[in-house]
């Protein structure tokens, strides 16, 4: 995740990091990107069953139950182990994390354990009722996906009034108090969006947005030729950073993030350079900090069936099973080779990557996204925008 308006706008101050000590355990969320231990987040893909039909999802989720799903008591063994091995935060997500009748028990086990539990939701099933459940068990966050206005997000999401629903459920976690935000993942279709996006973000008093570069991954593979240009990437980058700056001067500041590729860290830096050169070497060093992608190290995922893998998008390579050991022996085995090639993936990359100024801020960017494009995993990701001569 590339903070917009921690790094641009400085809604953070650069020592907050410091000041904290970086250890996963001390840090808020805002922070917890600079952390010096790195323990994985870890998302849990606790169901593949889901009500909408959107087209990007990488899990491909439907609306039918599966007979494979983790029980009860086996995520409770996993959030167990994954306390122990001090993990920070477990991402519920699915699927709709909703459509499983026992996630608020295991969100609040998860809380009784020490971690910060949160969901990605699609947000048509936050009703009021469960709104104020998922408040009294102590759930720290509620992400919200929309892919633009009614029109085109309904389009998305495959099911009509999916966006009334969602704006539904966003009201109701924040009448019970739950910190919420939106979740946009930025295509061809839906980047003539962003400025209404705002807008909603101001009219509702929405205190966060995560704006997600596409990954070819489950049916968003399909999507390749739907992802914006180079040149287009950067324009939408550039509109992100100033919509985000607009709210700031205007005294209602967003927390606003990018997330799934960190060529936008450098980006920031280079734009800051030609109109805050102070400002822009604070930058820097929370971007060396960062340590850009950490899919495999920083961040991992579990199915709904218990296999491990490096992150979310990465669902035709597994680790191992917790149902055969315990997450944190899979997460530590580095006699197997993809995993420990991905703890340092820095010594691997190729190309354009390998020789990059940005390399230890960008970390070779995504390498699922690479494999998909071109076969090779260490290949560079085709997603960077950035040019040669400012990589150079």
């Known amino acids: 995740m590339i903070g917009i308006s921690k790094l641009y706008c400085g809604t953070v101050e650069p020592s907050d990091a410091l000041r904290y000590g970086r250890m996963s355990s001390q840090l808020p969320s805002h922070l917890l990107q600079f952390s010096r231990d790195k323990r994985p987040v870890v998302v849990w893909n606790v169901t593949r069953q889901c009500n909408l039909k959107c087209v990007h999802c990488y899990a491909h989720a439907k609306n039918i139950a599966v007979a494979n799903e983790l029980s009860t008591a086996e995520g409770k063994k996993l959030i167990e182990n994954l306390s122990q091995f001090g993990v920070p935060v477990i991402l519920f997500s699915g699927g709709e994390p909703l459509m499983r009748e026992d996630l608020p028990e295991l969100a609040s086990y998860a809380v009784e354990k020490g971690m910060r539990a949160v969901i990605s939701t699609n947000g048509t099933l936050i009703s009021n009722e469960t709104a104020y459940t998922l408040k009294r068990i102590g759930l720290s966050y509620v992400g919200v996906s929309l892919d633009g206005m009614e029109t085109v997000n309904d389009r ?147 199915s709904w069936d218990g296999e491990v893998y490096a992150d979310q998008f990465w669902r035709h390579y597994s680790f191992g099973n917790i149902k055969d050991r315990p997450f944190s022996e899979i997460w530590t085995d580095l006699s197997e080779p993809l995993m420990k090639r991905l703890k340092e993936k820095k010594k691997y990359v190729q190309g354009r990557c390998a020789t990059c100024r940005w390399l230890d801020i960008c970390a070779g960017n995504f390498r699922v996204r690479a494999e998909a494009v071109t076969a090779d995993v260490w290949a560079p990701d085709p997603a960077c925008y950035l040019t040669d001569e400012e990589i150079r």
């Open 156 to 302: 998305f999401r495959g099911v009509k009034g999916a966006f009334k629903s969602a704006l539904d459920g966003i009201k109701n976690c924040k009448a019970a108090g739950i910190k919420v935000g939106l979740r946009f993942t930025i295509n061809t279709f839906n980047a003539g969006e962003l400025p209404k996006i705002f807008k909603l973000l101001e009219e509702m008093d929405i205190p966060r947005a995560c704006f997600y570069h596409l990954v070819y991954a489950g049916r968003g593979s399909k999507l390749v030729e739907e992802d914006l240009s180079h040149e287009e990437t950067r324009e939408v980058i550039n509109m992100i950073m100033d919509k985000t700056k607009e709210l700031h001067e205007k005294g209602k500041p967003k927390e606003v993030l990018t997330v799934d590729n960190h060529a936008d860290g450098p980006y920031v830096y280079l734009r800051l350079l030609q109109e805050n050169p102070k400002r822009a070497e604070e930058v820097l060093e929370l971007l060396k900090m960062n340590e850009g992608n950490s899919s495999g190290r920083g961040i991992g995922c579990v």
